[in-house]
T-cell receptor, first 114, second 112 residues
Framework: DAGVTQSPTHLIKTRGQQVTLRCSPKSGHDTVSWYQQALGQGPQFIFQYYEEEERQRGNFPDRFSGHQFPNYSSELNVNALLLGDSALYLC?????????????FGEGSRLTVL | DQQVKQNSPSLSVQEGRISILNCDYTNSMFDYFLWYKKYPAEGPTFLISISSIKDKNEDGRFTVFLNKSAKHLSLHIVPSQPGDSAVYFCGISNFGNEKLTFGTGTRLTIIP
C-alpha cells in the first residue's frame, strides 16, 4: 500500500521564478493538505483540497495556489518566489469523512530559493 | 502569535528512562491534540492523540496527558529506546477542522 508520495524531493530555484510541487495521496484517501515547514519551525498549514476544491486556507499569500485532480492527486504552485519561501513542503492526506485529524504525511519537497 | 509552544528545543534522556515532552497552547477552543514524530528525511508520522473529553490516553510505551485548565499537553515515553530519537511535534486542531497547528518541535535524543 503506497503511502503519500511527493515529487520532486529537492529543487533549487531563483527569486522571481515559479515552482510546482506534486503529491499523490495514500491509497483510499481523497483529501489533501499542504504544509510549509521552515527551518527550525513546525509545519504550517497552507491549504486543503477536497473534491477538487480548496476547502480551507491558512495565512499564506495568493502567490501560493493549488489544484486537485480527479484522481485526488494535487499540485502546489508558488509564483514570484522569495528567499523566505525556502522550506520543506509537506503534503498530507486523509480519508474523509475521517474526523480524527490524523494525517498521513509524505517525505516532503525541499525547496531552496537563491 | 504562537498558539502552540514547545519550549524545549531539545531533550536528552538515558535509554530505559522516562522521556517527557511538553506542549502549551493558548486557545481553549481546541479540542483535539496529537503528537507526531519526525525522523530526518522523512515526513512526520502520527504517534498518539487525545480529545478534550479525556485527560489521558495510552498506547504501549506512549502516554499523552491533557491538562485543560493549564492548557498543557505532555507526552511520556517509558521506557525510552534509541529508536525514539527524533523530533516530536505536538499538533492541535478541532474536530472536523482540517487545519493542524503545530509547535516548533522538540528534538529527543536517547543516550544508549
Amino acid at each position: 500500500d503506497a503511502g503519500v508520495t511527493q515529487s520532486p524531493t529537492h529543487l533549487i530555484k531563483t527569486r522571481g521564478q515559479q515552482v510546482t510541487l506534486r503529491c499523490s495521496p495514500k491509497s483510499g484517501h481523497d483529501t489533501v493538505s499542504w504544509y510549509q515547514q521552515a527551518l527550525g519551525q513546525g509545519p504550517q498549514f497552507i491549504f486543503q483540497y477536497y473534491e477538487e476544491e480548496e476547502r480551507q486556507r491558512g495565512n499564506f499569500p495568493d502567490r501560493f495556489s493549488g489544484h486537485q485532480f480527479p484522481n485526488y492527486s494535487s499540485e502546489l504552485n508558488v509564483n514570484a518566489l522569495l528567499l523566505g519561501d525556502s522550506a520543506l513542503y509537506l503534503c498530507a492526506s486523509r480519508m474523509t469523512p475521517e474526523q480524527t485529524g490524523e494525517l498521513f504525511f509524505g517525505e516532503g519537497s525541499r525547496l531552496t530559493v537563491l | 502569535d504562537q498558539q502552540v509552544k514547545q519550549n524545549s528545543p531539545s531533550l536528552s534522556v538515558q535509554e530505559g528512562r522516562i522521556s517527557i515532552l511538553n506542549c502549551d497552547y493558548t486557545n481553549s477552543m481546541f479540542d483535539y491534540f496529537l503528537w507526531y514524530k519526525k525522523y530526518p528525511a522523512e515526513g512526520p508520522t502520527f504517534l498518539i492523540s487525545i480529545s478534550s473529553i479525556k485527560d489521558k490516553n495510552e498506547d504501549g510505551r506512549f502516554t499523552v496527558f491533557l491538562n485543560k485548565s493549564a492548557k498543557h499537553l505532555s507526552l511520556h515515553i517509558v521506557p525510552s529506546q534509541p529508536g525514539d530519537s527524533a523530533v516530536y511535534f505536538c499538533g492541535i486542531s478541532n474536530f472536523g477542522n482540517e487545519k493542524l497547528t503545530f509547535g516548533t518541535g522538540t528534538r529527543l535524543t536517547i543516550i544508549p
